[in-house]
């Protein structure tokens, strides 16, 4: 998508989603008292991805545009899968995106009282029955969208038998697998979830919060609408994938309710992207396989790999603010994510010279050991950021590219006989260079400056078709830059049947380059601080960043190289 289609796209944007619609509707009409309360409810099984941003963006965004609340409910229904060190990071990022659940950090876990109860209550009612089939069997009897199912023998079970197996289910007499709980609902419903579910199953596993005191564990539907249910969620926002699961939700409400209320499910669009997989199985094996550094590796879709990589929080909020909510899966072209951040940084960061593949350029005929402060422009986008000095000497480095040899007809760079200038500072003229007759490597280029064409100076208006960034070689602080691109080479690398998605891992992902020239105000940065490396991207300073080793991770370059590489 170029810079322009992007452009447009973002002046078509509907103004407010269909939820939202129906939430100020909702609100219109009075419902729910007039109160507004969303949950978000990740199961703490990895570390979110910007899939989960977008979740977070509008239960959150809406409770916080509508005076209303929004729950952090951990879904802790499965304890072979969980782990604390994914809840604390959960709600790292949920705060770092700018959100905060105040008091109200819940666990499906807090409900395992209750929900054993209601289970043990839809028993009692002739509406839960105890499976003694494996797992395997009970879905070979499910039937198919078009083929009702078989009634499971265990079907017509007493009352008094099936509470008595339930019982004995959490007592731990079975082994994990021999038994189930089956809600009773019917087995020729057009709909495959209301073919008599199960609702709970044996697990042996000590869980993070309730350690042994459960044997049986309520399955996932069972636990999730119930649990907004019991935490008075008006509107429980989640993707288009639970369509199908809300006549079984509703179901189990009905059985549950005692007034009006009940929590309204509305379903939204996943949020995919374009060249990366966003399965948290799927991240998981790349970390477990050393594909990537971890979770926090930038080249991961995560929140912590985004916030390593220089994404800031207000451009993941601009770029799910331009695609909007709809009930179209669709996949979203990485590149209106990389526009986004490129546009936040381009206001907030501060321009500054580095060099990352650095060529020695002498300036034969100004003095040695002379030093003059060149003041430059923080922002052009931002007066406010005032300016900043820095050294200029007579001996600097540039990019290797920005000097050929033997240049095409419009080069306008550093070339024999050509004249470029130093931003901020003088115009130069090569004259000679000295190159390596072994490798052929050009080592070093000889310059003069003119003297009266220093900018800002009087003769300074001489104008000259190439700028180049440039840094004092004796001034200069050296660095680390890990140029990151795609973690895959392939626009939908999980949607290719005969292939595995670890076959598009793109092999350039990560370059890094070591002894790189950054100007001596870099020195005091510290991690997380974002800058344009002018003519060259947006840059992060790394966690692993020291004073003595400092490390830079690219953000993203000035411009979107892949739609001219791969279109
Ligand atoms: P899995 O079920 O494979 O573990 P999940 O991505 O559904 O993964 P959850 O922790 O259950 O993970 O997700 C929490 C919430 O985030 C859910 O309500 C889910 O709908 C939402 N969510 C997850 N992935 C995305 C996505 N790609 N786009 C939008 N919302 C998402
Ligand atoms: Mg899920």
Known sequence: MSEENLKEKEEIKPSISFIEQFIADDLKEGKNSGRIHTRFPPEPNGYLH????????????MAQKYG????????????????????DSIKEDIHWLGFDWENREFYASDYFGKLYDFATDLIKRGLAYVDDQTAEIISAQKGTPTQPGTESPFRERTVSENLDLFVRMNNGEFEEGSHVLRAKIDMTSPNMHMRDPIIYRIIKTSHHRTGNKWMVYPMYDFAHGQSDY?????????TLEFEVHRPLYNWLIDQLKTGDYRPRQIEFNRLNLTYTVMSKRKLLQLVQEGSVSGWDDPRMPTLCGLRRRGYTPESIKKFIDLIGYTKVE???DVSLLEHAVREDLNLRTPRVFAVLNPLKVIITNYPEGKVEEVELINN??????GTRNIPFSREIFIEQDDFMENPPKKFFRLAPGNEVRLKGAYIIKCDGFKKNEKTGSIEEVYCTYEPDTRSGEPGSEKKVKG??????AKHAINAEVRLYDRLFNHEDPAGQKDDDYRNFLNPGSLKVLRGCKIEPSLGSA???????????????????????????????QLKDTWSKINK
């Open 230 to 238: 019991f935490e008075g969620i008006t509107h429980s926002l989640c």
């Open 68 to 87: 209303g609340k929004c729950n952090l409910r951990f879904d802790d229904t499965n304890p072979v899968k969980e782990d604390v060190e994914y809840i």
């Open 50 to 61: 910007i899939g989960h941003a977008k979740a977070i963006c509008l239960s959150f965004g």
């Open 330 to 332: 669709a996949i979203n």
């Open 467 to 472: 700028t180049l960034h440039w840094v004092s």
């Open 526 to 556: 510290k991690p997380l601080d974002k800058f344009q490396f002018q003519r060259l991207g947006y840059f992060c300073v790394d966690y692993e960043s020291t004073r003595e080793n400092p490390v830079f991770n690219r953000t993203v």
């Open 380 to 385: 052009p986008e931002d007066e406010t950021k």
